[in-house]
């Protein structure tokens, strides 16, 4: 649950830091007490990852690609190779954060 300061109810000084009450995000809700319209909690829009509207997902672009490929023969752009060396890349990230030494390419 994360906490950010808001702005207080309108006065007639200006606000500064220690005027802010804190406020709550909790899933897609927000609660801030003593911000101006909030009576609880307010719903912020979006798609949330519990969602099945998958029209903003790229996965269908992904899979006409890949029959595409499929249909007529050709090679992807992402084919095995580059898959390849992406893990190379990752494998020696993760070694030179347990190590915190540089890692040399190829492994």
């Known amino acids: 649950m994360a906490r950010f300061p808001t702005h207080p109810p309108p006065t007639s000084k200006p606000c500064t830091p220690s005027d802010t009450a804190p406020a709550t995000i ?17 719903e912020i829009p979006g798609i949330r990852p519990d969602s099945s509207d998958v029209s903003h997902h790229p996965f269908h672009a992904q899979a006409n690609h890949f029959i595409d490929c499929l249909t007529l023969g050709v090679e992807s752009h992402c ?29």
């Open 26 to 42: 909790r899933d897609h809700r927000l609660y801030a007490p003593g911000r101006p319209g909030h009576d609880g909690w307010a």
């Open 79 to 107: 084919n095995l190779a580059d898959a390849a060396k992406s893990h190379e890349i990752f494998l020696a990230a993760l070694e030179c954060y347990r190590t915190g030494r540089p890692v040399t390419l190829p492994l």
